[in-house]
């Protein structure tokens, strides 16, 4: 009886034993390194990072044609948009990742569908009540266009062995009275994504600030990439030191507008990335940013820009006095006169930045 | 008969509707009013209605139109709540409808 007692004793500890290692075996390959990953064809795979202002977009053209736009500008830039596609020789989009619903980055995302072949869309599902936000919906609906989701896990193959995989937003979502004080939710829960083509590999943050750093380490998301395209524009909140010491970037990329007045890039990240030993590029003084590679290689990219910069890449913006400072108005200041209605025929012509035309 | 005399037009003011579409690092409010040109103000919080801070938060921009009509001038912002929450019904409704007549509700894997 006592034998037997034992027996079973031995029989549940290695019970257990196997399951630690089944366990184990399970973070080490997968959870870290992620799904098996196709080889690379060879092909080329580039990687377009807009100079579309203050704003994000990001054309990706997959060996074999395939092409995925990550996030569309800002209200009125789609058209910029459209023209990039056709100067790239890309006659559809395959799939449009909405990293989150703020108008600097699904703006021109409606013009975008309506002007060329959209046919699948990535959105975090956050919703943002604004009129820009509805009218993305509203022509997704219109276009018939594949509405997605994104959650964690999902992967997208581009063909020739290039895969999106989608490491955020990482559910129950942030709410906002989780968040840092000034915080917001779509920032929070962008669809954050990592792209990788045999050797080669970009991360996307979105708006992710260092609170959704932080909830990705902690779930265990593979982090460590070749590129890493900046959060929120080079926001003080975000890129945090230990999301930098995570991912080991060789290169990084800030997508901001040179005349922003939100202190985009902000000093204080540009001292983590530099102690961080990474390349810098920024579309605010260098333009259009591209990444080839054929993903055969450790290392083998290339990063090209549209030109020279004028300033120091490692010098930071400060943030400006907003619209309320304009001198000789009562109270909140002159906005010029009254935008004219557009022609219908015409509908994107005339948007644009009330504060633009100081 | 007597001439009539041009009388120099006054300024006039108008309600505007608009939308917080974000707040930049806690301090500066993107607004784009809902106009055609989908204009936009970038105002500090502190302007803000203390009811109407956050993402998505509606508003009622009250301007004057200058007697020149060259010049807008901002004077009176007031919180929309009703509009938001109208707004947050069309979209939450939109985004469900989209996901289930795409289907892909628990899919993992996709080609593109």
Not at chain 1, 13 to 30: N, Q, S, T
Not at chain 1, 62 to 82: C, F, N, Q, R, T
Not at chain 1, 276 to 289: N, P, S
Request: hydrophobic fraction near 35%.
């Amino acid at each position: 009886m006592a034998r037997n007692q034992r027996g079973c004793g031995c029989l549940l500890a290695l019970l257990l034993i196997v399951a630690a290692l089944g366990i184990f075996v399970w973070w080490k390959f997968y959870r870290e390194q992620g799904p098996k990953l196709p080889p690379p064809s060879g092909d080329e795979l580039s990687v377009h990072v807009l100079d579309a202002g203050q704003a994000d977009a990001i054309l990706i053209v997959a060996p074999g044609g395939k092409s995925v736009l990550v996030d569309a500008g800002h209200p009125g830039g789609g058209k910029k948009i459209l023209e990039t596609l056709k100067r790239h020789g890309v006659g559809q989009i395959d799939l449009l990742i909405a990293t989150h619903a703020h108008a600097d980055h699904i703006g021109g995302a409606d013009e975008v569908i309506e002007g060329t072949n959209v046919r699948s869309v990535l959105d975090s599902k956050v919703p943002n009540p604004t009129k820009n936000y509805e009218d993305f919906l509203t022509a997704i609906e219109e276009r018939g266009v594949n509405y997605i989701a994104a959650t964690p896990g999902q992967t997208f193959d581009l063909g020739g062995g290039a895969i999106i995989s989608v490491l955020a937003p990482i559910p129950p979502f942030f709410t906002k009275d989780q968040l840092r004080s000034g915080g917001n939710e779509p920032n929070a829960n962008s669809v954050v994504t990592r792209l990788d083509y045999g050797e080669f590999s970009l991360l996307l943050t979105g708006d992710a600030e260092a609170q959704t750093e932080q909830r990705l380490i902690a779930n265990g998301a593979r982090l460590e990439a070749d590129i890493l395209k900046v959060g929120h524009h080079g926001s003080k909140y975000a890129t945090s030191e230990e999301f930098l010491q995570r991912g080991q970037f060789d290169a990084a990329i800030i997508s901001a507008g040179a005349d922003n007045r939100y202190g985009h890039p902000s000093p204080e990240v540009l001292a983590r990335l530099k102690a961080a030993g990474v390349k810098l590029y920024r579309t605010d003084l260098q333009g259009e940013i591209t990444i080839t590679t054929r993903g055969t290689e450790e290392n083998s990219y290339q990063i090209t820009t549209e030109r020279e910069p004028t300033e120091d890449l490692w010098a930071g913006r400060k943030a400006q006095r907003d619209d309320s400072s304009r001198s000789g108005f009562i109270q909140y200041g002159d906005f010029g006169p009254a935008p004219k209605k557009r022609d219908a025929g015409n509908k994107n012509a005339n948007r644009k930045n009330a504060t633009g035309g100081r | 008969m007597a001439k009539k005399e041009k009388q120099p037009r006054s300024a006039r003011t108008v309600k505007e509707k608009a939308v917080i579409d974000r707040i930049e690092d806690g301090e500066i409010a993107v607004v784009i009013l809902e106009d055609e040109a989908q204009s936009q103000l970038d105002l500090h919080v502190s302007h803000l209605p203390a009811e109407a801070r956050a993402d998505g938060d509606h508003l009622w921009l009250t301007f004057e139109i200058g007697a020149d009509r060259q010049t807008r001038t901002l004077k009176k912002i007031e919180a929309a709540p009703q509009s938001r929450a109208a707004a947050e019904e069309r979209v939450t409704s939109l985004q469900q409808r989209l996901e289930k007549l795409s289907g892909t509700v628990g899919q993992k894997d996709f080609k593109l």
